[in-house]
T-cell receptor, first 113, second 110 residues
Framework: TQTVSQSDAHVTVFEGDSVELRCNYS??????LSWYIQHHGHGLQFLLK??????VVQGVNGFEAEFSKSDSSFHLRKASVHWSDSAVYFC???????????FGDGTQLVVKP | EAAVTQSPRSKVAVTGGKVTLSCHQT?????MYWYRQDTGHGLRLIHY???????EKGDIPDGYKASRPSQENFSLILELASLSQTAVYFC?????????FGKGTRLTVV
C-alpha cells in the first residue's frame, strides 16, 4: 500500500521565521512528487513538483522542496514566512506505474505576526 | 490557462434525492478525479478516470457513481443522497506531475 505521511498536523511559527513541512512516502518505484496549498475556504493550488534531476526544486512565493531517495522524503521549506502563508499544505505522490495520486493528510501552518 | 470548472458551487439536497456534480476541464488532460474533503480533513478519492467512457473506483466509492462521457467532462452522481455525504467535493485533472483543482462544490444534505 502506498502511503504519504505528513507527520505534523499543525505547525506554528512567527512571521519572518523559516519553516519546514515534512513529507515522507512509501513507494519504491518511479514517482512524481508535488506540494499544494489550500487557503481556508478555497481549493488546492499547485506549489511545486519533482520527478527527476536536481533534488531541490523551486516553487512559487519562495517555497522550495528537497527530494531525498534515501529518506523517502520530500520536505517543503521557506526561508522567511509571511502571514499570508497561513494555510494547509498537502504533499502528493503519483506513482509512474498507475493512475492514482495519493495525498497526505495535510499540515496546517499558522504564521503569527 | 489550465482550468477546471465545477458546477454547482454549492447545493442543498434532500436525503434520498439524486445529486449530480459536474466538472469540465480545458487542460486536455487524460486523468480526472473526484475527491471529497470533510471539514478539517484531507482529501479522499472517490472515483477517477484516465480515459473517456471509463471510470475507476477510488478509496471511498460506496454511494457514488461517476461518468466520463468525454475527455473534458467528468460527473459525480449520488443516486440516493445521505446525510453522511455532506462535504466539499473537488474535481481535478492531471498530467501526472501537476494536479489542477476546481474550486469545489459544497454539498449539504438535509
Amino acid at each position: 500500500t502506498q502511503t504519504v505521511s505528513q507527520s505534523d498536523a499543525h505547525v506554528t511559527v512567527f512571521e519572518g521565521d523559516s519553516v519546514e513541512l515534512r513529507c515522507n512516502y512509501s513507494y519504491g518505484g518511479s514517482i512524481y512528487l508535488s506540494w499544494y496549498i489550500q487557503h481556508h475556504g478555497h481549493g488546492l493550488q499547485f506549489l511545486l513538483k519533482y520527478y527527476s534531476g536536481n533534488p531541490v526544486v523551486q516553487g512559487v512565493n519562495g517555497f522550495e522542496a528537497e527530494f531525498s531517495k534515501s529518506d523517502s522524503s520530500f520536505h517543503l521549506r521557506k526561508a522567511s514566512v509571511h502571514w499570508s502563508d497561513s494555510a494547509v499544505y498537502f504533499c502528493a505522490v503519483s506513482p509512474n506505474s498507475n493512475n492514482r495520486i495519493f495525498f497526505g493528510d495535510g499540515t496546517q501552518l499558522v504564521v503569527k505576526p | 490557462e489550465a482550468a477546471v470548472t465545477q458546477s454547482p458551487r454549492s447545493k442543498v439536497a434532500v436525503t434520498g434525492g439524486k445529486v449530480t456534480l459536474s466538472c469540465h476541464q480545458t487542460n486536455n488532460h487524460d486523468y480526472m478525479y473526484w475527491y471529497r474533503q470533510d471539514t478539517g480533513h484531507g482529501l479522499r478519492l472517490i472515483h477517477y478516470s484516465y480515459v473517456a467512457d471509463s471510470t475507476e473506483k477510488g478509496d471511498i466509492p460506496d454511494g457514488y457513481k461517476a461518468s466520463r462521457p468525454s475527455q473534458e467532462n467528468f460527473s459525480l452522481i449520488l443516486e440516493l443522497a445521505s446525510l453522511s455525504q455532506t462535504a466539499v467535493y473537488f474535481c481535478a485533472s492531471s498530467d501526472r506531475a501537476e494536479v489542477f483543482f476546481g474550486k469545489g462544490t459544497r454539498l449539504t444534505v438535509v
